[in-house]
């Protein structure tokens, strides 16, 4: 079994940084993408960032040149480091995990269980 745990939330003013963790927990021989998701209230989950095994990332437009994925393949984590955040940064982010191979077998789509960011005007 995988599981993902997030950590590094919180409460910021706009124009603040947080930085997001992720670690994945079991016996894990490899994953392929890892990335950030958030779902605003009333809104859809939302692609924020993603990151291949090999470090290949790509963003959504809102979020160019303000955040920055990457990960630690041999700790099994992907960060986020997010930068002049703002109001509508506000969300739940959730960290995903796809392909997982661990000892079980493969797990194709895994999911934390979410980290509150709320950014103040």
């Known amino acids: 079994q995988v599981q993902l745990v997030e950590s590094g939330g919180g409460l910021v003013q706009a124009g603040g940084s947080l930085r997001l963790s992720c670690a994945a927990s079991?016996?894990?021989?490899?994953?392929?993408?890892m990335g950030w998701y958030r779902q605003a209230p009333g809104n859809q989950r939302e692609l924020v960032a993603r990151i291949t095994s090999g470090g290949t990332s790509n963003y959504a437009d809102s979020v160019k040149g303000r955040f920055t994925i990457s990960r630690d393949n041999a700790k099994n984590t992907v960060y986020l480091q997010m930068s002049s955040l703002k109001p509508e940064d506000t969300a739940v982010y959730y960290c995903?995990?796809?392909?997982?191979?661990?000892?079980?077998?493969?797990?194709?789509?895994?999911w934390g269980q979410g980290t509150q960011v709320t950014v103040s005007s």
């Open positions: 079991g016996t894990i021989f490899s994953i392929n993408d």
């Open positions: 995903n995990a796809k392909r997982v191979l661990t000892s079980f077998g493969f797990y194709d789509d895994t």
